[in-house]
């Protein structure tokens, strides 16, 4: 036998076998922390001058919140905004994202296990809910939708597209519906989607007009059952 390594000292390593180190996985190469910290720090900006935007609208409209004042509102110089988004309209539209990508999280486990009818009356009750809970978010997003009609006709098709995307909600649960047999033949499925869906709109802006959300849930899914008495299966 050879001589025996001191105490503390390492052995030196056998080298693997050709082919073991063929297979063995390559570390993937770890962002430096300056960058990492540099990219969260990013991240954080945006989420706060998003925030602020929200408030801004909500008080004032999007005619009201000029890129300048959300930067100053958040906490950074007038012209973070500006550089970070560009054009106005690019930052209106990240916050219409923000929106409907939380309004997404939010549907997500009230949908859960659930289709059809049932499903349909949850996603109701969410935008209810949603509104209720998130008044502030509610109030910008509506504020968006109006103002794309006259002072922000810009926002037009990004309005159209989240109608169109909440449509399709509605739709998928009928259609659902239809085919477990929880409808009475010979419905129009797409107009009862958007039935449902301006009825929905409807109720908001009156709850939110008056500054009272409170029983906003439960009016939004009596005024659903009104509709599905009508086109459910005996």
Not at 157 to 178: K, M, N, S
Not at 215 to 231: G, K, N, Y
Request: some cysteine.
């Amino acid at each position: 036998p050879g001589p025996v390594p001191a105490l503390g000292a390492r052995a030196a390593a056998a080298p693997p076998p050709a082919s073991a180190a063929a297979s063995a996985p390559v570390p993937a190469p770890t962002e430096p922390p300056a960058r990492r910290a540099q990219a969260e720090r990013r991240r954080e900006s945006d989420r706060r001058m998003l925030r602020a935007a929200i408030a801004l609208i909500a008080r004032h409209g999007a005619k009201g919140a000029s890129l300048a004042q959300i930067g100053l509102a958040a906490g950074y110089s007038r012209g973070l905004p500006a550089e970070r988004f560009g054009a106005k309209l690019a930052l209106l539209g990240a916050v219409m994202d923000a929106s409907l990508a939380w309004f997404d999280r939010y549907l997500e486990s009230r949908l859960a296990g659930k289709s059809g009818l049932a499903a349909l009356r949850a996603r109701v009750l969410a935008h209810g809910e949603g509104v209720r809970d998130s008044s502030e978010a509610a109030i910008c997003l509506y504020q968006l939708m109006v103002d794309a009609s006259g002072p922000e006709p810009e926002l037009a098709p990004r309005v159209t597209q989240l109608h169109a995307t909440y449509r399709e909600g509605f739709l998928r649960h009928l259609r659902e519906a239809e085919a477990a047999g929880e409808l009475r033949g010979g419905v129009d499925l797409e107009r009862t989607a958007g039935v449902l869906l301006s009825i929905i709109h409807g109720l908001c802006l009156q709850h939110l007009g008056a500054g009272d959300t409170a029983r906003l849930p439960e009016d939004a899914v009596d005024a659903c059952d009104r509709i599905l008495r009508d086109i459910s299966a005996p």
